[in-house]
């Protein structure tokens, strides 16, 4: 079982004890990122990492092997990868915390007549609730890109105040050579990774 762990430390006010921390704060202390679970065919074990901001805002997933690839060369099952985390991220007790911004990069090689698409979806274990966003790409296109998206105020998906649930991501990206009659690939990770920023709140 992969397992990684990326810890960062919020920075303590000096007035902490006296002042309230604003519900959109990181909360002092503490602040954990440790994936549990890896699986997909876009990511061995030994291809992702994690990382932690010192100031609990934000964390990042980077793969080194997350593409899809359709034309000459590619298998019948290249045309889509994906890759599934688990996420146990903790912070301060009586604390709780939503996903409030991701940006996804990478890089992509389509010939005219092709198509990619990358694609998110997040939901809290044990919970129906499912966050989901995607991009499409349309040849010809090459070279590096990247999307960011903003979520929502009323479609944030706090963890439920007390509990400690898995967050699960998904990552997807698929090649549809069309009419295109060369190689055609796109890439996940190559330029940074996904970064996930997070808003605080208290219980």
Not at 41 to 59: I, K, L, M, N, Q
Not at 99 to 121: D, H, V
Not at 189 to 202: E, N
Request: proline content about 5%; hydrophobic content about 40%.
């Amino acid at each position: 079982m992969f397992h990684a762990v990326a810890t960062g430390t919020a920075l303590l006010a000096s007035l902490a004890a006296t002042i309230a921390v604003p519900s959109s704060a990181p909360p002092p202390g503490k602040f954990t990122v440790q994936v549990v679970g890896v699986n997909g065919s876009g990511c061995p074990s030994d291809s992702v990492g994690v990382s932690a901001a010192p100031d609990g805002t934000s964390f990042k997933l980077t793969y080194s092997r997350f593409s899809a690839a359709a034309g000459p060369g590619a298998a019948a099952l290249d045309f889509r990868k994906n890759c599934q985390f688990a996420l146990d991220v903790s912070g301060t007790k009586g604390w709780t915390w939503a996903l409030s911004r991701f940006a996804t990069s990478g890089s992509a090689s389509l010939q005219s007549g092709a198509t990619g698409i990358e694609a998110i979806s997040y939901y809290w274990a044990g919970n129906s609730r499912t966050g989901r966003a995607e991009h499409t790409f349309t040849g010809p296109i090459s070279g590096p890109w990247q999307h960011t998206m903003k979520i929502a105020k009323k479609s944030l998906m706090y963890v439920p105040c007390g509990e400690r649930r898995y967050l699960n991501i998904n990552l997807e990206v698929r090649v549809r050579a069309g009419t295109a009659t060369g190689r055609n690939v796109l890439t996940m990770g190559s330029t940074g990774g996904s970064a996930f920023h997070i808003v605080w709140q208290k219980c």
